[in-house]
């Protein structure tokens, strides 16, 4: 069965310095990883996506992960926060065989950003 | 321009009343969602649908109702609003191929009292 657990339910960073979320990852499957954002009163956005390809996948807004499958990690990260990224981020599996687009998503975390 | 979209986007509504939430994409689809979110918690997928008439139930128990009629077109109903069902709804949707990224609306946030 596949879940995620995103280690920290609350980040803060001041505007500028760099940016940790981490996500931990079980899969019976080869996954697809995703990062999704959400800001406040809004729908969820694509960050970026693994599908297998290169390791380090670079998102939208300057964010990356990278996939590293011997410590079942997806943490994203991004050199210099900036205000507008205070947002919710959530980190998303699903198993790449099957029919079923299914996801299952991480409890959140929460950033924010002070001047 | 090809979006999804869902409205109302806010509702408040007193217990017993019947509610639809809708939810329309125009990127041709054939894969649409429902999640439930509380604030600042997951979300929970409800119901879901492969395409014209199917429609499934999702992983977390729901007393709400869905149907496909049409491809871009999936309607969330509840018969009998109550205060449980206060919460946010997200609606979803992914096309074929091998990109698993689903696509989300904007959300309705439901406030029964």
């Known amino acids: 069965a596949q879940s995620v657990t995103q280690l920290d339910s609350h980040v803060s960073v001041s505007e500028g310095t760099p940016v940790l979320l981490r996500c931990n990852y079980s899969?019976?499957?080869?996954?697809?990883l995703f990062w999704y954002v959400q800001h406040p009163n809004k729908g969820l956005q694509l960050l970026l996506k693994?599908?297998?390809?290169?390791?380090l996948v670079k998102g939208i807004n300057g964010f990356e992960a990278e996939f590293k499958k011997s410590e079942t990690s997806f943490h994203l990260t991004k050199p210099s926060a900036h205000m507008s990224d205070a947002a919710e981020y959530f980190c998303?599996?699903?198993?790449?065989?099957?029919?079923?687009?299914?996801?299952?998503f991480g409890a959140g975390t929460r950033l924010a950003v002070h001047p | 321009e090809a979006d999804i979209y869902q409205t109302p986007r806010y509702l408040v509504i007193g217990t017993g009343k019947k509610i639809t939430l809708e939810c329309s994409q125009t990127?041709?689809?054939?894969?649409m969602y429902w999640y439930q979110q509380d604030p600042g918690m997951e979300l929970h997928l409800i119901h879901y649908s492969y395409g014209v008439n199917s429609t499934e139930k999702g992983d977390l128990s729901s007393e709400s109702t869905v149907s496909r009629i049409r491809t871009e077109h999936f309607p969330l109903t509840l018969e009998s609003a109550r205060p449980s069902h206060t919460s946010q709804y997200l609606c979803?949707?992914?096309?074929?191929?091998?990109?698993?990224?689903?696509?989300f609306g904007p959300g309705t946030r439901l406030t029964v009292l």
């Open positions: 899969s019976s499957y080869s996954p697809s």
């Open positions: 979803a949707s992914t096309g074929t191929g091998p990109s698993w990224e689903q696509f």
């Open positions: 990127m041709g689809h054939d894969k």
């Open positions: 693994y599908t297998s390809a290169a390791t």
């Open positions: 998303v599996v699903t198993p790449t065989s099957g029919g079923y687009n299914k996801l299952i």
